[in-house]
């Protein structure tokens, strides 16, 4: 089929790094939408959705979140196939019915997370694999009827639901990224200095199987909506 046509909402307050890093793993035709300046699709004519991390919490009362959620449901409910990251993964849990809320704890820099069998998302990963990792909020209870896939002793750290899809962790994460991330945060010296030392290229390599998150993500689009193009003789606007 030709190139996927992916609605990319960026929640992450206009940092340049997540444009790169999406535009770097996902492949396809992108449109992104700065969902921080309530710039939404106007129609659903999309292969997948993908949403991005954010400073923000879901539970936040920003006037661009609600309208948002709203967005995404339609989505959903269409059957548009959609990817979350570490906030999009919450904002997903919440839309569907999820709770999230504060975790207690931040949870910052490369961490193992394990794998549950049967993840079509993690395909090819290892049972324990280590990952990017950013957030102090996490999905305290999936919605009803979801699966998880990833966990580790923080949080829920991936979830499916029919086409839906979310992953805690940062599989887009460069090391450029990951560096500024954590100058931006209060985090006192020690464990700022910590973090950023360990920062490495070795450290960056033994995330490289997290990326396949984007790979299994497009194989299973491309699964799903090869059919309606062969049926239709084209995909219609929904």
Same mark, same amino acid.
């Given at each position: 089929?030709?190139?996927?046509?992916?609605?990319?909402?960026?929640?992450?307050?206009?940092?340049?790094?997540?444009?790169?890093?999406?535009?770097?793993?996902?492949?396809?035709?992108?449109?992104?939408? #700065? %969902?921080?300046?309530?710039?939404?699709?106007?129609?659903?004519?999309? #292969?997948?959705?993908?949403?991005?991390?954010?400073?923000?919490?879901?539970?936040?009362?920003?006037?661009?979140?609600?309208?948002?959620?709203?967005w995404?449901?339609? %989505?959903?409910? &269409?059957?548009?196939?959609c990817l979350?990251?570490?906030?999009g993964?919450?904002?997903?849990?919440?839309?569907?019915?999820?709770?999230?809320?504060?975790?207690?704890?931040?949870?910052?820099?490369?961490?193992?997370v394990?794998?549950?069998?049967?993840?079509?998302?993690?395909?090819?990963?290892?049972?324990?694999?280590?990952?990017?990792?950013?957030?102090?909020?996490?999905?305290?209870?999936?919605?009803?009827?979801? #699966?998880?896939?990833?966990?580790?002793?923080?949080?829920?750290?991936?979830? &499916?639901?029919?086409?839906?899809?979310?992953?805690?962790?940062?599989?887009?994460?460069?090391?450029?990224?990951?560096?500024?991330?954590?100058?931006?945060?209060?985090?006192?010296?020690?464990?700022?200095?910590?973090?950023?030392?360990?920062?490495?290229?070795?450290?960056?390599?033994?995330?490289?199987?997290?990326?396949?998150?984007?790979?299994?993500?497009?194989?299973?689009? &491309?699964?799903?909506?090869?059919?309606?193009?062969?049926?239709?003789?084209?995909?219609d606007?929904?």
């Amino acid at each position: 089929m030709s190139q996927l046509r992916i609605a990319v909402l960026n929640a992450a307050h206009e940092d340049a790094n997540t444009t790169r890093n999406f535009r770097r793993e996902l492949e396809g035709s992108l449109a992104e939408f #700065d %969902a921080t300046a309530s710039h939404l699709p106007e129609t659903f004519d999309f #292969d997948a959705v993908a949403i991005t991390g954010s400073r923000s919490s879901v539970y936040d009362d920003e006037p661009w979140i609600e309208p948002t959620k709203a967005w995404v449901a339609d %989505a959903i409910d &269409r059957g548009l196939p959609c990817l979350g990251i570490c906030w999009g993964h919450q904002l997903l849990a919440d839309v569907l019915g999820g709770e999230v809320g504060p975790m207690g704890a931040y949870e910052v820099g490369y961490s193992e997370v394990e794998r549950h069998e049967g993840s079509r998302l993690l395909a090819g990963i290892d049972d324990r694999f280590v990952a990017f990792t950013s957030h102090e909020d996490e999905v305290v209870s999936l919605p009803s009827g979801a #699966d998880p896939i990833a966990t580790n002793e923080y949080s829920n750290h991936g979830f &499916r639901k029919e086409h839906v899809f979310g992953v805690q962790f940062h599989p887009e994460y460069d090391q450029k990224t990951a560096r500024e991330l954590v100058h931006r945060k209060e985090f006192d010296e020690e464990r700022k200095r910590r973090v950023l030392e360990s920062i490495t290229p070795e450290n960056h390599a033994r995330t490289s199987q997290a990326k396949l998150v984007f790979e299994n993500f497009l194989e299973y689009v &491309r699964e799903v909506q090869t059919p309606a193009v062969a049926a239709d003789g084209g995909r219609d606007s929904a």
